[in-house]
């Protein structure tokens, strides 16, 4: 137990550092050792929160955040190496994207492999992709969720126009919006998503309950 907690502790360490080996190294153990891939991602996810401070205070560069990214998608292909995505049918398909401005996909990506794994069909739009095409998506798949994604100040305001397409194509009264990313209940408020999340685990749940009870209510996960 206390070796797991070690990994873990490391793994937010050497992800800040950008040592990709000790990263990988870790990850590997880690997953030898039965810990869940989710908290491995979460850590390592902690460590790029650091990369994005030390950016932000002019000690890393961009070459830095590319860097992150990629040591991030290595660890997504170990990780998703041996888990069989399962068979979609039972739930509408959720429709997914990075908002229009935005070319961050790491935390979407995750989020739909988890989503995938738990049985729901996902409509990925990709990145940068503007309110139309989520409107496009909703009424092709007759979907009942739309899920956001934005990590950059911009990304707000692409999500508060595609809410206001959905809301000016009529059917945003059936639509439940979930945004994630760097985004907390203000976003939230000026957006006017219904939820948002940090936190991809809980998504599927909340997911499965709006497509079961229709419910709708304005919160965070
Ligand atoms: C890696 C990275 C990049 C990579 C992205 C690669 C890629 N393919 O995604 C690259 C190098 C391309 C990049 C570019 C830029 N970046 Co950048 N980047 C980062 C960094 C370091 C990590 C982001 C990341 O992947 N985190 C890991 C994932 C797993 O976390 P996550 O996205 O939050 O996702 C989790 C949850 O939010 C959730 N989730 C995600 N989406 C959704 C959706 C739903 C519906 C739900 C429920 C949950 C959910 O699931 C995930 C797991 O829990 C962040 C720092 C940070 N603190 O985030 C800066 C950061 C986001 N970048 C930043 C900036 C400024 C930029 C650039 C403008 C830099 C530049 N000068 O060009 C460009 C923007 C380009 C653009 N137009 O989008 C700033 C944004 C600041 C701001 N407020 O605007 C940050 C915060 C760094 C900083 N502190 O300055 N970046």
Redesign the pocket.
Known sequence: MRLMLKIQKMLVCAMARLDDVTVMNLVKQGLEMGINPYVL??EI?LG??R???L??KGEYF?SD??M??EI?KDVLALVNQDRVVRAITSYPTVVFGTVA????????N??TGIMRYNGFDICDLGVNVPGEKFVEALKLHNSRIV???G???EAFDSMKNTIQMVEESGLRSQTTV?????VNESVRKYTGADYW????TK?TELCRSILVTKKKMAQSL
């Not at 401005?101 to 979407?108: F, L, P, R, S």
């Not at 979930?178 to 760097?182: P, Q, R, V």
Request: aromatic content about 4%.
């Open positions: 991602l979460e996810r790029t929160d990369v994005g401070e950016y932000s961009l955040l590319i992150a990214s991030f401005e935005d070319i961050h996909d790491i935390g979407k995750i989020t899920c956001l994604t990590l950059i100040t979930i945004i994630g990313g760097l999340a940090t936190d991809c998504v």
